[in-house]
């Protein structure tokens, strides 16, 4: 199951901020380019997922982050296997490929 949802500015700095607490080992290693704009007080895009797979969980388990407008930084377009556009640019990128499966 997922759960999309556009939560206003003091609902996602809360989150935020209580990831921190919960999280702090992971968050030390966060990338600069994903700290939150101070100036920005829009809302923030809230995702809710659980995830059950009875061949390699014993139980369902579920997870919720909260995506908040980054500072100082572009999001960079990112080119995929299944994607290989790059609309900015407006070219094809090679990408690598296998003639066979590797598994």
């Known amino acids: 199951m997922e759960r999309y949802s556009l939560i206003d500015y003091e609902a996602s700095k809360e989150s935020q901020e209580r990831n921190g607490r919960e999280n702090w080992r992971f968050n030390a290693e966060v ?18 997922f659980t995830v059950e797979d009875e061949g390699v969980f014993t139980t369902p388990w579920a997870a919720t982050i909260t995506y908040r407008r980054a500072g100082l930084t572009d999001w960079g377009e990112t080119v ?10 407006g070219k094809d990128t090679a990408v690598p490929r296998s003639d066979k499966p590797d598994f």
């Open 31 to 48: 990338a600069e380019g994903s700290v939150p704009d101070p100036a920005y007080k829009g809302k923030g895009l809230q995702l809710q």
């Open 80 to 89: 995929c296997a299944e994607n290989i556009h790059e609309y900015y640019a």
